[in-house]
């Protein structure tokens, strides 16, 4: 083995020890000390309730379609009042922030969410849950992941079978939260996602499925873990990219960021919509492409012609799995690629790029990282 193999082996494993001891002392020394637990004691969580089927009143107990469409929701303590174990897990605080289908959140409730969670953990908040629709949690669990500035843990929940009905799914999964947001174990990785038992990654998680309970999957890279009733919490892997307190994305001063719209790309598209956004008061572009980054003729015309008049534009898949590459034909236009977020975090991440730098090569390195 040459040298600089054995130095690139050498280097690995020592990452990983010191990885693996300074995890051990957030579990056990930060964790202890930060939070509101003496030993022997709960640990203090806080959540968050913002509405969504998890909360949601349908008109029967057959009923898991039409709810939505009545938009009626229990508060965040009358859920928990459903769940009485929780009691055993925690010192529990909660408050509703809204309550509104996730339909209805946008870019003003996230930084809402992101102030509250960062002001709950820089004090002896031991861990949060937010209660969530399922339409985005997606999108607000990797803007939280990118967003919140504590090791602390942060899991996002929702349903898709409302409380009202036969076989709800609403109970379980808030319970799980909550059990995720107590454990030690979860420290450091970042804004978490959990329904159906299966942690996962806020980074990499998507909703599958318009109604099945196990909808929620992590592309081909796999969820991070379980939460079964035996009461565990087992984590098998843990993220790569960077997240929360490693990421610059200190947004408590902010109280909007830049407009950033997605076009979808279909057999025969021109570029009506690309020229639409750079015509309009949008301040960045996603596209989503074709596979592994391929465009109609017409929708890349009018994406070059964006990035000529000094818009970002970044190239995604509409692909559910694997990366966007950069080229040198992309690069020689000026694109950012998405590498494989999917185009809806894409956005996310060019959002809060921009409210930090205009420097393009700055927001590709973005990609690559987080």
Known sequence: MCNNSLEFLLHGLVSIIVWSALKDALNINIYLS???????????????????SIAGLGPNRLDYILYPELGE????????ERIPEANSLANVNSEDMVSVGSTAIGVSDWLNLAHRINE????????????????????????????????????????????????????????????????????????????????????????????RVETFRPNELGFLGYCDSDGKVVFYRSPVRKHTVNTPFDVDTKNELPRIDIVYSYAGADGLLVDAVRNSESQGLVVAGFGGGTFPPMIMDAAIEAVRHGMPVVLASRSTAGRVVLTPEKMKHGFIVSDNLMPQKARIL??????????????????EEY
Request: net charge negative.
């Open 120 to 211: 709950l953990l820089s004090g002896d908040t031991c861990g949060v849950v937010v209660t969530h629709g399922t339409a985005t949690l997606e999108e607000t669990a990797y803007f939280l992941h990118l967003t919140v500035k504590s090791v602390k843990p942060v899991v996002i929940t929702g349903a898709m079978r409302p409380p009202t009905a036969m076989g709800t799914d609403a109970d379980l999964n808030l319970l799980d939260a909550i059990r995720i947001a107590s454990s030690p174990e979860a420290f450091g990785y970042g804004v978490l996602t959990v329904l159906n038992n299966e942690i996962h990654c806020a980074r990499d998680v998507y909703k599958s499925n318009t109604f």
């Open 350 to 367: 060019l959002m809060l790029g921009l409210a930090f730098t205009s420097d393009k090569n700055e927001i590709q390195t973005m990609f």
């Open 34 to 52: 930060r939070c509101d637990m003496a030993v022997g004691s709960l640990p203090k969580i806080s959540i968050i309730g913002t509405g969504g």
């Open 73 to 80: 929701h229990l508060t965040i303590e009358q859920s928990l």
